[in-house]
């Protein structure tokens, strides 16, 4: 201990120190990342899975993704996007995408869910990344809507809109309306962040908060609206157009009865 | 009095009784009699200022309604009502209170969202009254005062929706707060401190709601009602307006009186109103506070837009570049002013300021003092309808800009590109909109012109004996006919010296407007016009009578 302390003043310590710092720091935030994944890769695929979703990888997306997903100047890298990424942009229909432009767009799926799952598989072997989520976070029952409510107000209207009706972002993209999106679909979205929207993972926003924030949207979506009908639930914008146009259009018309029959 | 008389009037029926003796203890006859033969002339485009009035009229009731159970406090507490998605969240009492309104008080919802949809209708009711008033130059010389009252009142229309949709402390009310708050502070040298004053302290504090409350259920209302009193006492001292028409000249009123036609419809359509208003209260959601959450600085979600009458200014604001092609936040000794704020204001300013000093523009313009009962048509006063489409087009363009993150996502395109559009429209529609509005109402001037001349096209063609074929105009009724020849004819005015023989810069700048606004026109046709072109129509049976020397001036 003591030869150590000698040494305190040696031109390198400053060094030294400051490797060990960057050693703690790396070996915490890899300890701290490693905990989401490894909570996440629970599903199992099975090495028929995997070789099938290799060929259909192969056939639907290695064109711009590359042979072995490794992404090329068409297509990112999916080594480590994990079954979860998969399972929202091929399960919602984003992917295979059907041609360029800002965002990928949602559309009919093209495949059938196993055939998703064999991709999920696959692609779930080019590099450790989420899962898809466990049932028991999908749950609506289980959720608080209240704490959703919270968790969605703070982290997702500025871009969805308060009643998750979508919104625009620059240049053409958007983010969609989250109405009718399956929950394990909103839950992948989170945690992977596809498109433009950012990743909120579990340290960030924690499975069971995810769980209410689906269980608040999907209240959004079941509860009838208390108001009668939401005009699309785009605020003043809508609110004020239904003024002009039909609100308008029927005192007008009133106006034009009334005086047209002079006494 | 009576008594000295060997005859009093002695009423037969209860009704009649009861009348008698009000009417003889305060003398309400006279008034009734002058009031109800008051006269109105019927057309439907005179009754938006009575729509204001009734939506107005539904305000004062609904919020009365809304008073008696909004809390207008910004103390923090939790909410325990039995709206699921907020319970146990921190919120305002004014936040609380209103989701209690909404959820919690039996018939709060329908009345809440009866006054919100009021106030859009009453600030929409307002806008096509006055646009109608320009438009028909019902402004002229005895109502200018009037339309200044008439513009205050738009003004307070606006100050009471912001107030208003300020109060429930949700979200977007807080964003449009926070935009005010920052307009105020872009103000130069005295900004920060109006901000202050108004907030008691740092935005948000906890003064702005009960300070807004006040104004808005208080102060705001009463000046509202005062002007309303004035505005309508000037209606009954200058007498309506009327469209051209036969029998109708500037010296009479030609219509139905008050009582009773008027009486009946006037208080019918307040119930046909009530009705509209209460049907779309009743069906269709408006401000869903509870979407949006309590107050919180901190986010601004997706399609934040205010209440469609404060929408120009946001878009304004939407149109402005934030640092192209430099940086718009000056620093002049060490005081920041934040141009891209203040800048997108002025121009609106401009448009207010010639809005409000229009009729003595146009009055310096035209040299133009007489007095004018009859109004305009729209297109027979090319030059002023073409102004005002200018005016409302710039305003569109604004008001467009604040809901460009819809039009791009619900038309799939891209919302930089719908703000550079609406940028160049910004500059470039209002004078497109002068031009075309221009040509369109000297079209229809020529079309009047031809068919006051030569009578309406039937579409039948003959064939005359010696081979020419011709088609059948069929004459106009001299009724019809009067409504196409009576208008003013402005013409050029150039500029002229004044006493001492000087043509002054100002005079010169009259005459140039003077020039750009006439110089382009069509004449009503003249009595001599008409006989010459009936004669030259002799041959299609065109009946021209002496009468015609009288209707056509």
């Keep these: 201990m003591k030869a150590l302390s000698q040494q305190r003043r040696h031109p390198l310590a400053v060094l030294v120190l400051m490797v060990l710092a960057l050693l703690l720091t790396g070996g915490l935030y890899a300890v701290a990342t490693t905990t989401n994944e490894a909570k996440a890769q629970t599903q199992t695929y099975t090495a028929q899975d995997v070789e099938e979703g290799q060929k259909l990888f192969l056939a639907n997306c290695s064109t711009c993704h590359g042979m072995d997903g490794a992404g090329t100047p068409s297509g990112p890298s999916l080594v480590g996007v994990g079954a979860a990424a998969v399972d929202f942009q091929v399960g919602t229909g984003r992917m295979p995408m059907q041609m360029n432009g800002p965002q990928a767009e949602k559309k009919p799926v093209q495949f059938d869910d196993e055939q998703v799952q064999q991709l999920a598989g696959y692609v779930a072997t080019l590099g450790a990344g989420p899962n898809v989520p466990e049932q028991e976070y999908l749950d609506v029952a289980e959720g608080n809507a209240a704490n959703g409510a919270k968790v969605f107000l703070a982290n997702c209207a500025m871009c969805h809109n308060a009643a998750g009706a979508g919104g625009a972002l620059t240049r053409g993209k958007y983010a969609p309306s989250l109405m009718e999106v399956e929950e394990k679909h909103i839950y992948e979205a989170m945690q992977t962040g596809p498109q433009n929207m950012p990743v909120f993972n579990d340290a960030n926003i924690t499975p069971e908060e995810k769980r209410d924030v689906i269980t608040y949207l999907k209240t959004l979506e079941t509860a009838p609206s208390p108001g009668g009908f939401a005009l699309g639930s785009l605020g003043p914008v809508s609110e004020g157009l239904f003024v002009w146009s039909i609100g308008l259009a029927v005192i007008i018309g009133f106006t034009v009865w009334l005086t047209s029959r002079s006494a | ?553």
């Design chain 2, 1 to 553: 009095m009576s008594t000295s008389t060997d005859y009093e009037y002695k009423a037969q029926t209860g009704t009649g009784r009861i009348a008698n003796f009000v009417d003889t203890r305060v003398g309400m006859s006279p008034i009734v009699k002058e009031f109800g033969r008051k006269i109105f002339p019927d057309h439907w485009s005179f009754m938006f200022g009575e729509v204001a009035l009734y939506t107005f009229v539904i305000l004062l009731l609904s919020g009365t309604f809304l008073a008696l159970w909004f809390d207008p406090s910004m103390a923090a507490l939790e909410y325990e009502g039995s709206y699921v998605p907020m319970q146990g969240v921190e919120m305002s009492a004014a936040y609380a209170s209103t989701l209690d309104i909404s959820f919690d008080i039996r018939g709060g919802l329908f009345l809440r969202q009866l006054h919100h949809w009021s106030a859009l209708v009453f600030a929409a009711a307002v806008s096509v009254h006055m646009l109608r008033v320009f438009f028909t130059g019902a402004f002229r010389r005895p109502r200018e005062l009037n339309w200044l009252v008439g513009v205050g009142l738009f003004l307070l229309a606006i100050v009471a929706g912001f107030t208003g949709y300020s109060l429930p402390d949700d979200v977007l009310s807080g964003n449009g707060l926070r935009i005010a708050d920052a307009i105020l502070k872009a103000i130069p040298i005295v900004g920060a401190y109006l901000s202050m004053f108004l907030f008691g302290g740092e935005f948000p504090g906890h003064d702005i709601i009960p300070r807004l409350y006040i104004i808005h259920v208080l102060l705001i209302p009463a000046v509202i009602l005062m002007l309303i009193v004035v505005h309508l006492f000037m209606v009954v001292v200058h007498k309506h307006t009327q469209f051209p028409g036969p029998g109708r000249t500037e010296n009479n009123v030609v219509g139905f009186p008050v009582g009773p036609v008027y009486a009946a419809k006037a208080g019918g359509f307040f119930f046909i109103v009530f009705g509209i208003m209460a049907l779309m209260a009743g069906t269709t959601t408006i401000n869903a506070i509870w979407n949006y959450g309590p107050y919180d600085p901190s986010p601004v979600q997706a399609g934040s837009q205010p209440d469609w009458y404060m929408g120009f200014t946001d878009g304004a604001v939407r149109l402005m570049p934030g640092t192209w092609p430099w940086n718009w936040e000056w620093t002049f000794w060490g005081m920041s002013i934040p141009m891209n704020v203040l800048l997108p204001m002025v121009p609106i300013m401009v448009l207010f300021a010639l809005m409000a000093a229009w009729p003595w523009l146009e009055r310096w313009v035209t040299k133009d003092n007489r007095e004018h009962h009859i109004l305009d048509r729209p297109r027979n006063a090319p030059f002023r309808t073409a102004m005002g489409a200018a005016g409302v087009t710039f305003y569109t363009v604004m008001l467009v800009a604040a809901s460009g993150d819809l039009i791009a996502t619900h038309f799939h395109v891209s919302l930089n590109d719908v703000i550079y559009w609406l940028r160049a429209a910004y500059f470039l529609a209002p004078i497109l909109a002068f031009i075309i509005t221009r040509r369109i109402c000297l079209s229809l001037q020529r079309k009047d012109r031809e068919i006051v001349l030569h009578g309406r096209e039937t579409g039948r063609v003959q064939q005359l004996p010696h081979g020419e074929f011709i088609e059948v105009h069929e004459p106009l009724d001299e009724y019809k006919r009067y409504r196409l020849v009576d208008f003013p004819d402005y013409q050029v005015q150039p500029p002229q010296p004044n006493g001492k023989g000087r043509i002054t810069g100002t005079e010169k700048l009259r005459g140039r407007l003077s020039r750009w606004f006439f110089e382009d026109r069509v004449a009503p046709v003249t009595p001599a016009e008409l006989e010459a072109a009936h004669h030259h129509h002799e041959a299609e049976a065109v009946t021209a009578g002496p009468q015609d020397r009288e209707l056509v001036r």
